[in-house]
């Protein structure tokens, strides 16, 4: 991954883990349900986020050196790999 | 929230806030990308999980207990409230 | 359903039956794989647009005269009706 | 497209079509709303069907042939291309 990408990776994680936490308070202090499936869903949405941004640079990486390297077993793979983990997170 | 479902949910998340750590330290461990994007969805699913446990409290107490009321005006607004949630968890 | 809703619901659905007929054409006619993709993923909105406005329309009328009956049984029913369809049509 | 993947794409829409057409007459004849919200969600499943059908095609030819072919730039091409449909596809 690119320094720039994990930089920002780790900072989103962070404030994830934070926001977990506040998950967890929200249920411990009997907020109302609604309110928390609302922050569940934010986390989810910044997990989604991270996703995204680990993708493009994998993308924008691994997958541009396989097809520099002209190794067309290693760009099979990872297009192979890469549809399927893009397929699995459709859901 | 029924005390059952408080105990499950701080559970889970707890486990989750564990998970998202442990996703901080893959990055940081340059881990590649492919299992980190695997992780992450495992994360969300996670808390697709939470969501779904406390909308089922919700809609077996708060929505029950606004029927049972007779109170029109409050079923109304569960009705609205629980539609709104549950297309908004949709995307 | 409302027949304002009525008359909406099945000018959308003669419109996507064109476009399915539109799709076999594609097929037929060996067009590129990503535009087949492409017109595949704007019927599936299409539909869903078809769903979102069945469902308002249901919500405005069964589960509102449900309400207003204030038949607990009924009521129970139409919520616990409505929160299935909506958690499926969520995947 | 492969001839196998073309002759059971174009069954698979033909048999929507029909579908569509049949929620025209649920829609005439006035069906139970959510019945209908039900049948909706088939016709999204069954074209999704063919979304991947088609794409699997594409997967195993177009971008198959760009890989044998060495042609970085076109490699290239196919992975975006491939990407942001399955991207858009997500949602």
């Given at each position: 991954?690119?320094?720039?990408?994990?930089?920002?990776?780790?900072?989103?994680?962070?404030?994830?883990?934070?926001?977990?936490?506040g998950?967890?308070?929200?249920?411990?202090?009997?907020?109302?349900?609604?309110?928390?499936?609302?922050?569940?869903?934010?986390?989810?949405?910044?997990?989604?986020?991270?996703?995204?941004?680990?993708?493009?640079?994998?993308?924008?990486?691994?997958?541009?050196?396989a097809?520099?390297?002209?190794?067309?077993?290693?760009?099979?793979?990872?297009?192979?790999?890469?549809?399927?983990?893009?397929?699995?997170?459709?859901?």
């Open positions: 991954m690119h320094q720039n990408t994990r930089a920002s990776c780790l900072k989103r994680l962070s404030k994830i883990e934070g926001q977990v936490r998950l967890s308070r929200m249920v411990e202090e009997r907020r109302y349900c609604i309110d928390i499936v609302t922050q569940v869903a934010a986390v989810r949405a910044a997990l989604r986020k991270v996703e995204e941004a680990v993708l493009q640079d994998h993308i924008g990486h691994c997958v541009e050196n097809i520099s390297s002209g190794n067309t077993t290693e760009q099979r793979a990872k297009v192979a790999e890469l549809v399927e983990v893009l397929s699995r997170s459709n859901r």
